[in-house]
C-alpha cells in the first residue's frame, strides 16, 4: 500500500498569516497519463469532508485563490497564503494512482 | 446530493445495508464510493464501484464480508456489510467519483456502531 505522511499534525495560525503543510508519499504519484494523483481534503469542524485541490494544485470549483498545492512525484504541499477563520479543521491529502486509495493521517489547523 | 441511511448499533458478527440516496445530477453516469471515519479518526477508503456496477474494489480490511452495489433505476448506491467487527464502527460517507477518484461531493454520513 501507498504510505501518505504529512506533517505537522497540528497548527496554530494567526489569521491573516500564511499556513503550510507537507504530504509525502511512499511511491511516486505520478501516473502513466502524465496526470499526479494527489488531492487535499478540508474536514471543517462537524462536517463532511470536502475537495479543496485535485491533481496537485487544481482548486476545486469556489475554493478561494489563498489555497495553493504544488509538489510533485512524492513530495506535496498545500499552503494557505492568509488564514482565515473559516479555514479551521482538518487537512487530508490522499492518493488515486494506486489502490487501495490511501488518505495520510490529517493535519488539524486552528486560529490562535 | 448525497444523502445516505441504514446506519444503526448492530452486535459483533451482525449485518446492515447501507444506502446512499443520489440526487441532483446522473447518478448513472458516475463512479461511486464508501469511505469511513472511525471515531476521532482520519478517512479510510472502503470500496468502489464503477458506472454500470460491473467493477468493483474493497479495502483489504473488508473485502470478503462487504459489497458494494447500486440501482441506477433508482439513483441509489447500497453497501452490504456482514460479519461486522468492533473496528468497523465509523462514519460512513458515500461519496461521487467525478474520474480519478476526485471525490467531488461527499454524503453526511451514517453511522454503524459494531458492540454487544
Known amino acids: 500500500d501507498i504510505v501518505m505522511t504529512q506533517t505537522p499534525l497540528s497548527l496554530s495560525v494567526t489569521p491573516g498569516q500564511p499556513a503550510s503543510i507537507s504530504c509525502k508519499s511512499s511511491q511516486s504519484l505520478l501516473h502513466s497519463s502524465g496526470r499526479t494523483l494527489l488531492f487535499w481534503y478540508l474536514q471543517k469542524p462537524g462536517q463532511s469532508p470536502q475537495l479543496l485541490i485535485s491533481e496537485v494544485s487544481k482548486r476545486f470549483s469556489g475554493v478561494p485563490d489563498r489555497f495553493s498545492g504544488s509538489g510533485s512525484g512524492t513530495d506535496f504541499t498545500l499552503r494557505i497564503s492568509r488564514v482565515e477563520a473559516e479555514d479551521v479543521g482538518v487537512y487530508y491529502c490522499m492518493q488515486t494512482i494506486k489502490l487501495p486509495l490511501t488518505f495520510a493521517g490529517g493535519t488539524k489547523v486552528e486560529i490562535k | 446530493q448525497l444523502v445516505e441511511s441504514g446506519g444503526g448499533l448492530v452486535q459483533p458478527g451482525g449485518s446492515l445495508r447501507l444506502s446512499c440516496a443520489a440526487s441532483?445530477?446522473?447518478?448513472?453516469?458516475?463512479?461511486m464510493q464508501w469511505v469511513r471515519q472511525a471515531p476521532g479518526k482520519g478517512l479510510v477508503w472502503v470500496s468502489l464501484?464503477?458506472?454500470?456496477?460491473?467493477?468493483?474494489d474493497y479495502a483489504d480490511s473488508v473485502k470478503g464480508r462487504f459489497t458494494i452495489s447500486r440501482d441506477n433505476a433508482k439513483n441509489t448506491l447500497y453497501l452490504q456489510i456482514n460479519t461486522l467487527r468492533a473496528e468497523d464502527t465509523a462514519l460512513y460517507y458515500c461519496?461521487?467519483?467525478?474520474?480519478?477518484?476526485?471525490?467531488?461531493?461527499w454524503g453526511q454520513g451514517t453511522m454503524v456502531t459494531v458492540s454487544s
Open positions: 441532483g445530477f446522473t447518478f448513472s453516469s458516475y463512479w
Open positions: 461519496v461521487r467519483d467525478r474520474g480519478w477518484s476526485t471525490f467531488d461531493m
Open positions: 464501484i464503477n458506472t454500470d456496477g460491473s467493477r468493483t
